[in-house]
């Protein structure tokens, strides 16, 4: 009798572990590739699983196995460089295989959909639309603006529209006038001569030593660090070049809010060869499509976000992450991967360059450079003609502050739009004000299912907790002393843009926060105005700090830099430094310099006057020697093993049990140390009480060790089923 088959299948559930099934009833063996999607019954439902290997035996007896159902693919799915990444990093992250493969698949396929591209509409003129005359359509400049799009590029589709700020309605009046119509249209493989369509800019001396020494091909991670506005993207463009002469593809991963239409356009109108876009904004079928573009090697430069790690490459060449530093990357749930580390991991097994890109480098890969292990390409001047804008400390302690604006600030914005130029106003906090106090008791506005307080809005007027959604309506009497005297306790950016309007009457004020831009396409309107050039003032939260440049803004006033300095969170500094320099570097651009004015209550703090006079690499510097002092990474490896339920006593008792079962396996020396269970920063949260197991190495092995031992006891114990819990490797959110 000749040995079964068995496959061995991973299948999206919380499960750590492979399912063995039979395969379908009359299939050919060599039907069997690993990588294909196999649909099998499972309790009482059918599941979409991934075949990871054909096998003679189980450690089921052959009548407990069930037979699959069919197998959906004809050829495997993803390539095995790919699959096996994920395998790896399921590992490597303590993630059930099936969940983390379920992560790296495009919806539609994880739904058993066809692995096949629908293709896309693509607009064109009718030959009723080419023969107008000159001047048609004068009475409606919005069609006829799209007209002349039309004429000029010949067709267009859903994402030029969106980069040419071309809305939906304009395109149905060109198409009701039987003007334009649209076609299907699967994206071709490009010409192999042409790579350039437009010729590259001379590279500075600097910029030219760079990318010499970023290899051509072979592995080497390379961290190239320089200020906003020093020409790194110049160089990712230059280095794609030399990948696509090579006949590869480039991977461009970016941070969520940095994938912009402008980043785009800087792509497409540089290269004659197809780019594509991988982004939340995207609908299933879009992104199924540019995936299987990514894959068949038809589209050759791919830029996406955290997820486009996992895009499958025909011809992969490189891989650069854009904002290496950005905590956007980590998935914060579920599969905990880092896409940034994961693209170092990739890019080592195919044998290709890596580029980590930024401004103000993660202290890990300033550390990797510093030891070594990557590349270290330094550009210290700004590219073109622009200079770096001066920094200005302003010492806001006893000062009489209007609104949180001290009166030094409210001259230079004034200033500032006199001589006809934007002001951008950055403060961190959206809504009216942090919380409502009462101004006879101290009473504060706490939600009631968070250790946290409830931020007041003003539009609509309303408390609200950001932490767990939680809303209210605005007391008109304090609930503990009956006083009416209930005041607004500090700033948001709805607070600084009505003082900021009541101040400059005349002035544009433009709010930017995730409230202001929640209606679909505000955030593009909002940038169009400020791209008109003419004075305004932008007042918002980060989302203005990342992918956008703003030639007109020539002030940036940051009003609260204290908040990271004094967090719970070990990396608060680190955050807030990069982040003020991020928000700094939207100033000065081009021809106009720029000046950043800081207010602070601690421009004495050591971490304050080190960032402001020595600037990041100083500031960084003095970080890293306090993470040796205390033993953090990059210095030690951490994992957090996190659980929370409504009873505190549940979680705490896992914990518990956690750690001695840790111990057992490894006691604790220097090798590995324990550290809780502790309450989380926020203890409760949404009515759940949230607690903390640290484990710290000197060096990743050990702790993978210890984890892969650890994580199946751990779903087996009775204590699992009374908590929520999960592993999180590398955590960049300690909260
Ligand atoms: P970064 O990505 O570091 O912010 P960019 O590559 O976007 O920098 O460059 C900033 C500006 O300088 C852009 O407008 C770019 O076109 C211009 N620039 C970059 N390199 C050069 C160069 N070698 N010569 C002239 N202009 C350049
Ligand atoms: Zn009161
Ligand atoms: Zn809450």
Request: net charge positive; proline share 7%; glycine share 6%.
């Amino acid at each position: 009798m000749s040995a079964p088959t068995i496959l061995e299948i991973a299948l999206p559930t919380p499960l750590r572990r492979r399912f063995d099934y039979l395969p379908p009833a009359g299939l050919a063996p060599d039907a069997l590739q690993p990588g294909t999607r196999v649909q099998v019954p499972f309790g009482r439902q059918q599941l979409v699983g991934l075949l990871l290997r054909v096998k003679s035996e189980s450690s089921l007896p052959l009548d407990k196995l069930r037979a699959a159902e069919t197998v959906l693919d004809r050829d495997a799915l993803l390539p095995p460089e790919l699959l096996n990444l994920c395998l790896w990093a399921a590992d490597y992250y303590q993630c059930p295989v099936g969940e983390a493969l379920h992560t790296a698949l495009p919806v539609l396929l994880r739904q058993g959909e066809v692995a096949r591209e629908q293709g896309e509409p693509y607009w064109h003129l009718t030959t009723e639309g080419k023969g107008l005359p000159e001047g048609a359509l004068k009475r409606a400049p919005r069609q006829a603006e799209l007209l002349a799009a039309l004429q000029s590029r010949g067709q267009l589709n859903r994402t030029d529209f969106a980069m040419l700020g071309i809305a939906r309605s304009q395109v149905k009046a060109l198409e009701d006038k039987g003007l334009a119509a649209c076609r299907e249209q699967t994206l071709t493989p490009p010409p192999a001569t042409a790579i350039l369509r437009e010729t590259p800019l001379t590279l500075s001396e600097e910029q030219q030593a760079a990318l010499a020494r970023i290899p051509a091909e072979g592995f080497q991670a390379c961290l190239l660090d320089g200020a906003t506005g020093s020409g790194k993207t110049e160089i990712y463009l230059q280095a794609i070049a030399r990948t696509l002469e090579q006949g590869r593809q480039a991977l461009v991963l970016v941070p969520e809010i940095g994938l912009t239409p402008q980043t785009l356009a800087r792509f497409q109108s540089r290269f004659a060869q197809p780019v594509v876009a991988l982004h939340s904004g995207m609908n299933d079928r879009e992104r199924l499509d540019a995936w299987l573009q990514a894959r068949d090697g038809r589209a050759r430069i791919i830029i996406g976000t955290r997820s486009a790690i996992f895009t499958p490459l025909a011809q992969p060449g490189i891989i650069i992450v854009d904002e290496e530093h950005d905590s956007s990357f980590k998935q914060q749930d579920g599969f905990r991967y880092s896409a940034r580390d994961l693209a170092a991991m990739r890019a080592n097994r195919l044998k290709i360059p890596l580029i980590l890109g930024s401004a103000t480098p993660a202290l890990e890969s300033l550390h990797n450079a510093r030891t070594g292990r990557y590349q270290y390409l330094r550009l210290s001047r700004r590219a073109g003609a622009a200079q770096a804008p001066t920094i200005h400390l302003n010492d806001i302690r006893r000062q009489t502050l209007e609104e949180g604006l001290a009166p030094d600030t409210l001259s230079a914005i004034g200033e500032t739009l006199r001589s006809g130029n934007q002001v951008l106003v950055f403060l961190n906090r959206r809504g009216y004000a942090p919380t409502l106090e009462c101004h006879d008791c101290g009473w504060l506005a706490e939600c009631g299912h968070c250790d946290a307080r409830m931020t007041l809005h003003q539009a609509p007027r309303h408390l609200h907790c950001h932490h767990c959604d939680h809303q209210r309506a605005v007391p008109k009497i304090c609930p503990s002393c009956r006083s009416s005297h209930l005041q607004p306790l500090g700033q948001g950016t709805e607070r600084s843009e009505e003082a900021l309007r009541s101040r400059f009457p005349e002035t544009r004020i433009l709010r930017v926060d995730r409230d202001s831009t929640r209606r679909k396409h505000a955030f593009r309107d909002l940038l169009t105005e400020v791209h008109s050039g003419e004075p305004c003032i932008l007042v918002g939260t980060q989302m203005l700090a990342k992918g956008h440049h703003f030639p007109d803004v020539t002030l940036v006033v940051i009003l609260d830099a204290d908040a990271g300095l004094f967090s719970t969170d070990f990396r608060g500094p680190e955050r807030m430094g990069q982040l003020l320099l991020q928000v700094a570097g939207r100033a000065g651009r081009a021809d106009k310099p720029g000046q950043v004015i800081l207010q602070s209550h601690h421009t004495d703090h050591p971490l304050v006057r080190t960032l402001m006079e020595r600037g990041y690499h100083a500031f960084a510097e003095l970080i890293l020697s306090e993470r040796r002092l205390t033993q953090l990474p990059p210095f030690r490896h951490l994992a957090l093993v996190r659980a929370e339920s409504k009873r505190p006593e549940n979680a705490v008792a896992f914990l518990q049990q956690v750690r001695h079962l840790a111990e057992q396996h490894h006691p604790a020396n220097h090798e590995l140390g324990y550290l809780g269970p502790l309450p989380a920063m926020m203890e409760k949260r949404g009515d759940r009480f949230r607690y903390q197991l640290q484990l710290n190495a000197a060096g990743r092995k050990p702790l993978q060790a210890l984890l892969a031992r650890l994580a199946p006891e751990l779903e087996n114990h009775a204590l699992a089923k009374r908590t929520r819990w999960s592993i999180d490797v590398d955590p960049q959110d300690m909260s």
